[in-house]
Each structure stands twice: as C-alpha cells, then as structure tokens.
C-alpha cells in the first residue's frame, strides 16, 4: 500500500504516520527547506524529535511542486499510489494542478485525502486555520472554561487536541474508503474539517445548545486535595458514588437529599467536594490512592507526561518504541491499539531530508532534477 503524503505541521503527518505504522508504504514529499517540523525541538545535531515522532517510517523525496519536472514526478508517483494525504489550504493543490480532480483522473482507485481547517467548500473554506484557532471557533475553548468556577478568560491550550482528533478521523476514513474500494474498485477524495472533529467532542455541550437545559455550576469530575498533591476523582455511576461514600467514612451520605440523586449532587457539588477534602486533605497522594482503588473508585494521581511514560502499565503493553535518526536514538509513542492478525508498530527510523529522492524517482523513470 503506497501512501503520498503532501502534509506538513501535525494533523497530516499523524494520520500519514498510523497509516506507515500499520504497514504502508509511506512517501513524504517535502520541499528543499523541509517542512516546517523539521525545525522544531528538541534537536539534536539539527535532527527534530518532534518531528521524528510525526514522521517515523516514511521516505522522504524532495520535490519543487512549482516546477513542470516536479508536478510530472508527483504525476509519475499517483499513477502507482493508493492513497494521498494533504493538508494545505484549500485551492493550493487545485493551483499547482494536483488536486483531485486532475489526479483522480490518472489513477481512479486514488484514495485522496485533504484535510483542512474547515473542509474544501463554503464560506470559511479559505480561512487560514491552526489547531488553536480551531479549539475557539469550535465552541470548544469555552466550554472547557464552563468547568472553571470563577473564570472568564478563556485558557490557552498548549496541546493541539484539534490536529490529532482530526489526522485519527482522517485515518478511519481513509480505511473506510480503502474497503469500499474493494468492493466498488474505485477510490474517492476524503474532505476532513478540523472544525468538525472537535464538535465531536463537544458531545453533552452540542445538545444543551439545543435544548433549555440547566447548566452545571460545577462538574462531577474534578481534583480532590491530598497533603502533597491531586488526584482525580470520577463519580461517574451510583454504585461509584457509594463506594466513595464509604471510602471517606460517610456511608450515610448516599441517603442525604443533598447528594442521593445525581442532580443533586451537581447542585450541592461545593458541599460534596468539601467533605471528600477533608478525608483526603489528611492523606498523601499515595495514601489516597491505595484507599480509592481498594473501594473500587476510579482514580488517578495528576502526572507529567514523564511520569506517565514511566508507569509499569506502559512497559507492558510496549507503548513506547525505540528509533533512530541522523542524530541518534529517541523513542515515540506506538499506536494505542493492537492487533491479533497483524504488526502495529513505529518504523525504525525518521528519514533525513530528500534521503529516498534519488531512489524513489529512479522507480517512477524519473531523474531527482524534479527536486529542484
């Protein structure tokens, strides 16, 4: 299975790289600068691990998509690719004549995906869109700022939930389309919008826009205050609730009016969190913890990311895997499912810049002159 990959930043390179992590045969098409990851740290003798981590197992051939030899060599490419991811604005490949009107053409089984701030059609097709642009236009910002209690500026969100929801969409719509291909023997352009993937997400907060709904003054979920730290608490089920009622010693709670229904205790929410502090506010994190599991309340202690890549769980399931660049070693996150009748795994390594040029085009009859 080759896949082309025109994308750039996160959200097309993420679906290009599970697509290469489940076996395809994965070619970026970068220009002679490099895509703009390449640059981003940490690096490491000019090698980007950020970028490593998007790009792991895919070729990469320079092409100059402005020139007649560079169009011709991506032209030579579709005829024998079965799949084509990009992500610029939309009209960009329209204009350079790579679009997938112009290169459905040369190859109708083409899987052509475009993915984009808010789809190729309509009023803010063309409106230029990043990851944190997408989060305040979706809605999504402020209703995250709904859980906040006395907040009004909205938050800065640093991880770009926008580009990977929308790069795993992409990806599930891609296979969708490769197995309809099976049956119809043809493919199809695949039109992804970045504003719609985080409306899903939005999923309670689509409906109460609908509909005259009384809105939460604080959420079921929330951090609970130990001696030395947070934890997580979910009271997400009755029977949840009344093994937390026991936990913290007050079993009799499970029959106040104040918490009995769960529109009360949202209601009472302050009151309830209140009596939980007070049980653990005497406690360490790990106290907590050893008590909260052992009734059967789900729980978590507030970790960094490096603490969370250092948990035993993941060593188990070898979430992490070891790979390599010009620079050295480093590792990233392998997909987070796995398969009984197939390999899911990283590729071994994030290739150097135009390292497959020569090779790539030598399979096409095409010399590396496209490249410049």
Known sequence: MRVLDFSTT?????????LADMGADVIKIESAEGETMRTRPPMRNG????????????KSVVLDLKSRDGVEAVRRLVAAADILVENFRPGVMQRLGLDYAALGGLNPRLIYCSISGYGQTGPSAELPAYAPVIHAASGYDMAHLAYQPGRERPDYCGIYHADVVTG???????????????????????????????????LNEIQWSQFAVAQPSRPT??????????????????????????????????????FAKYSDRRANWGALMDGV??????LSVAECLEALNAGGVPSSAYRSVAEALADPQIAHRGAL????????????????????????????????????????????????????
């Not at 090698?47 to 895919?58: D, E, R």
């Open 10 to 18: 996160i959200a097309g390179p993420h679906c290009a790289r599970m």
């Open 47 to 58: 090698c980007s691990t950020a970028f490593g981590q998007l790009n792991v197992g895919k």
């Open 168 to 202: 795993t969409y992409a990806f599930g719509a891609i296979a969708s389309a490769l197995y309809q291909r099976e049956r119809t023997g043809r493919g199809q352009h695949v039109d992804c919008s970045m504003l719609e993937s985080m409306l899903s997400l939005t």
């Open 221 to 258: 979920f929330g951090p609970a205050a130990c001696r030395d730290g947070y934890v997580m608490i979910a009271i997400a089920s009755e029977k949840t609730f009344q093994n937390l009622m026991t936990v913290i010693g007050h079993p009799e709670w499970v029959d106040d009016a104040r």
């Open 277 to 282: 502090e007070a049980w653990s506010g005497r």
């Open 321 to 372: 895997a070891d790979v390599a660049d010009a620079a050295g070693s480093f590792r990233v996150v392998n997909l987070p499912f796995r398969m009984s009748e197939a390999k899911v795994a990283a590729g071994p390594r994030a290739a150097s810049l135009g390292e497959h040029t020569a090779e790539v085009l030598a399979e096409t009859g095409a010399s590396d002159r496209s490249k410049r």
